[in-house]
């Protein structure tokens, strides 16, 4: 603490409206200025985003790095894996997206995984539905990142009515 306080040469306060703001100007000085004092904070390069990929049926992916020409959508930045997995299994889980990693083809189907036959994704690798119906699908994940909650009430909507024909009350409630 000493070392540090003695190679301080200014203290600067910026002021910020709300604190999300202030979290994001902290990441970004950091990310700048890489300070070596900085064990407790936040490692730029042990970052994970959540890329909603550019191919033909999109999937949701966790990456390292952040490119743009990569990706439909970033999300992030995540301080562990863990949590980049549970911002991607949440959103999957309201808007069928894809999360697996094999690449699909457009002219030629293979078979659907597991959570295809769970109804937590449309199938797109076997063709269910077609690539227009799927990339709707893939909106719906940018509108809810974009802050569009109709698509998080549509399917937690559908999601009650599914549970309570199956008499699932309490879940349903």
């Known amino acids: 603490m000493e070392r540090m306080l003695d190679l301080t040469a200014t203290v600067r306060a910026i002021p910020c409206e709300t604190e999300f703001e202030a979290l994001v100007r902290e990441h970004r ?3 700048e200025h890489k300070p070596p ?3 407790m904070g936040v490692r730029p390069e042990r970052n994970v985003w959540l ?3 550019d191919e033909a049926f999109p999937r949701l992916s966790i990456v390292r790095e952040r490119h743009e020409a990569r990706g439909l959508m970033h999300l992030g930045p995540f301080a ?13 889980s309201f808007v069928p997206v894809r999360t697996c990693q094999e690449p699909i083809s457009v002219r030629k189907p293979r078979s659907a995984c597991a959570l295809a036959d ?3 994704c449309e199938a797109p690798c076997d063709h269910r539905i077609g690539r227009d119906t799927y990339l709707d699908t893939a909106a719906g994940v940018l509108a809810l990142c974009d802050g569009d909650g109709q698509v998080l ?4 909507e559908s999601r009650q009515h599914v549970l309570a024909a199956a008499e699932r009350f309490e879940e349903a409630a």
Do not use: H, P
């Open 51 to 53: 890329r909603l990929t």
């Open 118 to 120: 769970m109804g937590r």
């Open 29 to 31: 000085m950091l990310v």
């Open 80 to 92: 562990s894996r863990t949590d980049a997995e549970l911002a991607r299994d949440c959103i999957a």
């Open 37 to 39: 004092f900085n064990r």
């Open 153 to 156: 009430a549509d399917a937690l």
